[in-house]
């Protein structure tokens, strides 16, 4: 059985080196950043399994792939590039790596709470253009952080936060319990949190989970924390919401369409703080995603 890393990047290619064992299936790294439809049948030719790390695998074009039988996708939101119910009809089986960051996403969670909440982006933006904006920022010790779903990044995000001195509540769509942690439902955690922080896998049931109609149950003073998928939440209705300042602020790092285009409607809003689907990419996090898809490929080959 072989492989192809089809979608590195300079520095995933190092991290795969550094990671990659003498017993692994033999794996060819692609460095390739965009990989278009039209070129997957070529470039996939003679291969068992594929690594994806950022790339769309429409089944239209996976049909044509007629030796690749897997695909490990190096990360969780495998639905965002491609559909794995329709890969499966045709033979090809899409592999999920769960915990890989759990660490550095909560980290990067809580850097976006803090930061929306203090204004630094701004501020730091002001800075560079040689003002000297001394504005208010909000404290959040004593306030309550809700979370939206609750699995290994959320539980981690709940032991920053909890040190913080945030009160944390949490509703999740199984039963769950964690130490420091209340778990609600859904109406009150929407209710009472003043930052909601996502954390919901994106399937079928979650697509637009976020509506209009859950949205406008925030208070008027919430913040939003997004590191999770875009298209868990109903963008147009939080464009809306954020527009009518019916959420105060919202703090996002995943999109509906990435790259973000610059005509979209969040880049000119005053009250949104973004990054770029970055809050998972520490060398800590990279290398566990690197060697747990090796792991997969490992247990595929036998």
């Known amino acids: 059985m072989k492989g192809l890393f089809f979608d590195a990047t300079d520095d995933m290619e190092a991290v795969?080196?550094?990671?990659?064992?003498?017993?692994?299936?033999?794996?060819?790294?692609?460095?390739?950043?965009?990989v278009t439809a039209a070129e997957i049948p070529g470039l996939f030719?003679?291969?068992?399994?594929?690594?994806?790390?950022?790339?769309?695998?429409?089944?239209?074009?996976?049909?044509?792939?007629?030796?690749?039988?897997?695909?490990?996708?190096?990360g969780t939101g495998a639905r965002s590039y491609m559909?794995?119910?329709e890969l499966a009809e045709i033979g090809i089986e899409?592999?999920?790596?769960?915990?890989?960051?759990?660490?550095?996403?909560?980290?990067?969670?809580?850097?976006?709470?803090?930061?929306?909440?203090?204004?630094?982006?701004?501020?730091?933006?002001?800075?560079?253009?040689g003002e000297w904006p001394r504005t208010e920022g909000r404290q959040l010790t004593g306030k309550t952080l809700g979370?939206?779903?609750?699995?290994?990044?959320?539980?981690?995000?709940?032991?920053?936060?909890?040190?913080?001195?945030?009160?944390?509540?949490?509703?999740?769509?199984?039963?769950?319990a964690a130490p420091g942690v209340t778990f609600v439902d859904l109406d009150t955690l929407l209710a009472e949190s003043d930052v909601l922080s996502?954390?919901?896998?994106?399937?079928?049931?979650?697509?637009?989970?976020l509506s209009a109609d859950r949205l406008a149950k925030l208070k008027p003073s919430a913040m939003l924390v997004n590191t999770a998928r875009g298209a868990v939440i109903d963008e147009p209705a939080l464009i809306a919401a954020l527009r009518a300042g019916k959420i105060a602020h919202a703090a996002l790092d995943v999109f509906v369409e990435e790259p973000l285009p610059a005509d979209n409607?969040?880049?000119?809003?005053?009250?949104?703080?973004?990054?770029?689907?970055?809050?998972?990419?520490t060398p800590e996090a990279s290398e566990n995603l690197i060697r747990m898809g090796l792991d997969i490929a490992k247990r595929l080959a036998g």
């Open 16 to 34: 795969f080196h550094k990671v990659v064992r003498a017993d692994d299936p033999p794996v060819t790294v692609n460095l390739q950043l965009e």
């Open 45 to 74: 030719a003679g291969y068992d399994f594929v690594m994806d790390d950022h790339s769309y695998l429409p089944t239209d074009a996976m049909r044509l792939c007629p030796s690749v039988k897997h695909v490990i996708f190096l």
């Open 83 to 85: 559909n794995p119910d």
């Open 94 to 129: 899409v592999h999920i790596i769960r915990g890989y960051g759990d660490t550095a996403v909560a980290e990067h969670a809580i850097a976006l709470m803090w930061s929306a909440a203090r204004g630094i982006g701004d501020m730091h933006a002001a800075m560079r253009r």
């Open 147 to 176: 979370l939206l779903g609750f699995g290994g990044i959320a539980a981690e995000v709940a032991r920053i936060a909890g040190g913080g001195g945030m009160r944390v509540l949490a509703w999740n769509r199984t039963p769950k």
């Open 198 to 209: 996502v954390h919901l896998l994106l399937n079928d049931a979650t697509r637009g989970f």
């Open 265 to 281: 409607p969040f880049v000119g809003l005053p009250n949104v703080t973004l990054t770029a689907h970055s809050a998972f990419r």
